[in-house]
């Protein structure tokens, strides 16, 4: 599971500061979280302004099933005034027509609302709009969509900021599957309604996701194999410290010639392709462990179950999870291999499930594996992992304490426990429980100065308890720790956002999170989501397509994807109604 970033877990919606993922969205995201956050990024400032501002009323005619009031206010030509007039008739038609549509007679309401089309002067743009609207919402409720979309583009063209409209076409788009075109009208919506209401920014979410998944399917499946860097692939084994394929090579397992000349870069010359993949491993040089694998499998060697499962991942650590999986699969099921290659094996296909969110079929390979590998550390450390991702909070402290029962000195274990009493303290808002944890993190700190993660844990939870310079602290800690790892200046940068409202001292610490590893995927999603912020759309979108192709699973892509088309469809919008949201 460490090799990813968190995954979004089902149901795991508004918890403090989550992982990385899910801060992330909290820092800048939606006032509802809903994972898809770029067209709201900005909205959230504007929903702490106006409190209660979610439970807010949809504006009138929305919720109802009518066709709502006028959208054309400030009409001069009330009606009843001129009862005569063309206009005056023209309304007087519409009112029959309400009247029709209040009693669920639509066809009888569209025809008066088409007399009153038909009567009205051209010139009175605003109530010709609302005619239009009107008798787009008749059918609506009779399902005719083209309809719905040709009369609401009517009503748009002659009153280019009527939401009603520019909603009711979103939802006719939506019905005759034309994404894009939905995206883009509820996107017009959202920004003219300041963000504050639910219904179309679920419209938006709902779609984004939709685009988002068909896009990152078509794109996944041609995408070229994308190893991570070193750091990341070294960070990956140690996460795991009871398997074998990650432990180096036993003396007696290297040929004779690799002994005498240890300490060089020898040149492997070993039969077994497994071996010669572990030795590859030993130098960094991952791109042949694969390959050499494969030999070891074909060639049915000793080491055939160890192949598969260093194959299998190899195939998770480029991303590619459907070669993973049969090889894990075959792992699994062979019995009479050592009991450590098939826990480990387990682990990996559940945490591969809960990636591909299949929180069920996740828990049942972790609890496989407990039951074959009881003393197995690494199975507890993984499924305490999980636990939190399902926000199963007292399991994962169980899980963590069998883990560190086995292994006493595992400080990530610790700094992990520490982090789930914070989650199940603050879950609770109980204040005292807080502070029981974030002195559980003053301990582990303490008792284990040289681990990383218990500094960045310890920061989230400073972060998310406004401790700010108390957390960018923390992060200091770890950089000088593991100047290498690129997330925590990431994790840095947004603390600045949130701290100081920095944004260019944010974007000089993603900027060095990119200089140190280029293949942060982490970075240019960040990155551009603060360029959204900025109003910096087409720039935001150039980032946020640097880490779609950097993505290491089709979820995250799709999710990618979202933030990308949100940017995109806010440039439309900007472009077509010259509607923009206020940046920072
Ligand atoms: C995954 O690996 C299989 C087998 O090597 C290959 O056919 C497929 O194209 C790969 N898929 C991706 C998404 O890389
Ligand atoms: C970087 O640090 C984070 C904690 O901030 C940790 O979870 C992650 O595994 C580290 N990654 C690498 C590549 O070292």
């Given at each position: 599971?460490?090799?990813?970033?968190?995954?979004?877990?089902?149901?795991?919606?508004?918890?403090?500061?989550?992982?990385?993922?899910?801060?992330?969205?909290l820092?800048?995201g939606?006032?509802?979280?809903?994972g898809?956050?770029?067209?709201?990024?900005?909205?959230?400032?504007?929903?702490?302004?106006?409190?209660?501002?979610?439970?807010?009323?949809?504006?009138?005619?929305?919720?109802?099933?009518g066709?709502?009031?006028e959208?054309?206010?400030?009409?001069?030509?009330?009606p009843g005034?001129?009862?005569?007039?063309?206009?005056?008739?023209?309304?007087?038609?519409?009112?029959?027509?309400?009247?029709?549509?209040k009693?669920?007679?639509?066809e009888?309401?569209?025809?008066?609302?088409?007399?009153?089309?038909?009567?009205?002067?051209?010139?009175?743009?605003?109530?010709?709009?609302?005619?239009?609207?009107?008798?787009?919402?008749?059918?609506?409720?009779?399902?005719?969509?083209?309809?719905?979309?040709?009369?609401?583009t009517?009503?748009?063209?002659?009153?280019?900021k009527?939401?009603?409209?520019?909603?009711?076409?979103?939802?006719?788009?939506?019905k005759?599957?034309?994404?894009?075109?939905?995206?883009?009208?509820?996107?017009?919506?959202?920004?003219?309604?300041?963000?504050?209401?639910?219904?179309?920014?679920?419209?938006a979410?709902?779609?984004?996701?939709?685009?988002?998944?068909?896009?990152?399917?078509?794109?996944?499946?041609?995408?070229?194999?994308?190893?991570?860097?070193?750091?990341?692939?070294?960070?990956?084994?140690?996460?795991?410290?009871?398997?074998?394929?990650?432990?180096?090579?036993?003396?007696?397992?290297?040929?004779?010639?690799?002994?005498d000349?240890?300490?060089?870069?020898?040149?492997?010359?070993?039969?077994?392709?497994?071996?010669?993949?572990?030795?590859?491993?030993?130098?960094?040089?991952?791109?042949?462990?694969?390959?050499?694998?494969?030999?070891e499998?074909?060639?049915?060697?000793?080491?055939?179950?160890?192949?598969?499962?260093?194959?299998?991942?190899?195939?998770?650590?480029?991303?590619?999870?459907?070669a993973?999986?049969?090889?894990?699969d075959q792992?699994?099921?062979?019995?009479?291999?050592?009991?450590?290659?098939?826990?480990?094996?387990?682990i990996?296909?559940?945490?591969?499930?809960?990636?591909?969110?299949q929180?069920?079929?996740?828990?049942?390979?972790f609890?496989?594996?407990?039951?074959?590998?009881?003393?197995?550390?690494?199975?507890?450390?993984?499924?305490?992992q999980?636990?939190?991702?399902?926000d199963?909070?007292?399991?994962?402290?169980?899980?963590?304490?069998?883990?560190?029962?086995?292994?006493?000195?595992?400080?990530?274990a610790?700094?992990?426990?520490?982090?789930?009493?914070?989650?199940?303290?603050?879950?609770?808002s109980?204040?005292?429980?807080?502070?029981?944890?974030?002195?559980?993190?003053?301990?582990?700190?303490?008792?284990?100065?040289?681990?990383?993660?218990?500094?960045?844990?310890?920061?989230?939870?400073?972060?998310?308890?406004?401790?700010?310079?108390?957390?960018?602290?923390?992060?200091?800690?770890?950089?000088?720790?593991?100047?290498?790892?690129?997330?925590?200046y990431?994790?840095?940068?947004?603390?600045?956002?949130?701290?100081?409202?920095?944004?260019?001292?944010?974007?000089?610490?993603?900027?060095k999170?990119?200089?140190?590893?280029?293949?942060?995927?982490?970075?240019?999603?960040?990155?551009?989501?603060?360029?959204?912020?900025r109003?910096n759309?087409?720039k935001?979108i150039?980032?946020?397509?640097?880490?779609?192709n950097?993505?290491k699973?089709?979820?995250?892509?799709?999710?990618?994807?979202?933030?990308?088309?949100?940017?995109?469809?806010?440039?439309?919008?900007?472009?077509?109604?010259g509607?923009?949201?206020p940046?920072?």
């Open positions: 599971m460490a090799a990813s970033k968190p995954v979004e877990a089902p149901g795991a919606g508004g918890g403090p500061a989550g992982l990385s993922r899910w801060q992330l969205a820092v800048l939606a006032p509802i979280l809903l898809a956050g770029a067209v709201y990024l900005w909205g959230r400032r504007a929903a702490r302004r106006g409190k209660g501002a979610r439970e807010r009323k949809t504006p009138e005619g929305r919720a109802s099933p066709p709502g009031g959208g054309g206010s400030g009409q001069p030509d009330g005034h001129e009862e005569m007039s063309p206009l005056g008739r023209a309304q007087a038609a519409k009112n029959k027509g309400n009247k029709y549509f009693a669920g007679k639509y009888l309401a569209i025809q008066c609302y088409t007399e009153a089309i038909s009567l009205c002067p051209p010139e009175k743009n605003l109530d010709l709009s609302t005619f239009y609207q009107n008798r787009a919402a008749a059918y609506e409720q009779l399902q005719k969509w083209t309809e719905v979309a040709q009369d609401c009517r009503a748009v063209e002659l009153n280019p009527y939401v009603k409209a520019l909603f009711r076409r979103a939802k006719a788009h939506e005759l599957d034309n994404k894009k075109e939905c995206l883009e009208d509820v996107t017009a919506v959202c920004i003219l309604e300041a963000f504050q209401n639910q219904q179309s920014m679920l419209l979410d709902k779609v984004l996701k939709l685009l988002g998944k068909e896009k990152a399917k078509e794109k996944y499946k041609n995408r070229e194999p994308l190893m991570p860097s070193p750091q990341f692939i070294k960070s990956y084994f140690s996460s795991f410290t009871d398997d074998i394929i990650s432990q180096p090579l036993l003396k007696g397992e290297k040929s004779d010639e690799d002994k000349k240890e300490g060089e870069a020898s040149e492997v010359k070993e039969n077994s392709g497994y071996l010669r993949a572990k030795q590859y491993m030993e130098e960094e040089n991952y791109d042949k462990i694969i390959s050499e694998s494969t030999k499998i074909e060639a049915k060697g000793k080491y055939m179950a160890e192949a598969l499962l260093l194959r299998a991942t190899f195939y998770l650590l480029i991303g590619n999870a459907s993973a999986k049969p090889d894990l792992v699994i099921s062979m019995e009479d291999a050592n009991v450590k290659l098939r826990a480990n094996a387990l990996k296909r559940g945490s591969m499930y809960m990636q591909q969110q929180p069920g079929l996740s828990t049942q390979d609890n496989t594996a407990a039951d074959i590998d009881p003393q197995n550390a690494d199975v507890y450390h993984h499924r305490g999980l636990k939190i991702l399902l199963q909070i007292e399991e994962a402290v169980e899980d963590f304490d069998e883990c560190i029962r086995l292994r006493p000195n595992s400080a990530l610790q700094a992990q426990k520490c982090f789930a009493l914070y989650r199940q303290a603050y879950t609770g109980n204040a005292l429980t807080v502070q029981a944890a974030m002195k559980g993190f003053e301990d582990v700190i303490k008792k284990f100065p040289k681990c990383a993660e218990g500094y960045a844990l310890y920061a989230q939870a400073l972060t998310d308890q406004q401790q700010f310079g108390k957390a960018d602290e923390m992060y200091d800690k770890c950089i000088d720790l593991e100047p290498d790892n690129a997330t925590t990431v994790h840095k940068g947004l603390l600045q956002l949130q701290w100081k409202q920095d944004l260019d001292k944010g974007l000089e610490l993603i900027s999170a990119i200089e140190i590893d280029n293949k942060c995927d982490f970075a240019y999603e960040t990155m551009g989501t603060i360029e959204v912020q109003g759309l087409d935001a150039e980032m946020f397509n640097k880490a779609i950097l993505a699973s089709e979820m995250e892509m799709a999710h990618l994807y979202s933030l990308c088309d949100a940017a995109y469809a806010q440039t439309e919008v900007a472009k077509k109604y509607l923009k949201p940046t920072l």
